[in-house]
């Protein structure tokens, strides 16, 4: 299984989208215990959306349509929309 996941960042009022293998929660713990270089200046960073796929490569396309639209307000209606598999 593959993950598309946004991240959001109070201190830096900034998301991240990524894609991982592993669980949504397991990248989120290595972004908060800065194993992730581009995100360690946001920390505490917190998990508020994935949607799974069976394949990598559609985990990717997925992640890139999201950063292609460049946009806070469509990030926020993707988690808000029922494509967020996220738990509120």
């Known amino acids: 299984m593959f993950y598309t996941y946004i991240i959001f960042s109070k201190s830096k009022n900034r998301y991240y989208t990524g894609y991982t293998s592993?669980?949504?929660q397991d990248r989120l713990d290595r972004h908060n215990n800065e194993m992730t270089p581009s995100?360690?200046?946001g920390?505490?960073?917190e998990l508020v959306f994935f949607k799974s796929f069976n394949s990598k490569s559609?985990?990717?396309?997925f992640e890139n349509f999201i950063?292609?639209?460049k946009s806070?307000?469509?990030i926020k209606k993707l988690i808000t929309s029922?494509?967020?598999?996220f738990p509120e």
């Open 82 to 85: 029922d494509k967020n598999e």
């Open 58 to 61: 559609d985990a990717i396309k």
């Open 43 to 45: 920390i505490p960073w």
């Open 67 to 69: 950063k292609k639209q």
């Open 72 to 74: 806070q307000i469509f």
């Open 39 to 41: 995100t360690k200046s």
């Open 22 to 24: 592993s669980t949504p």
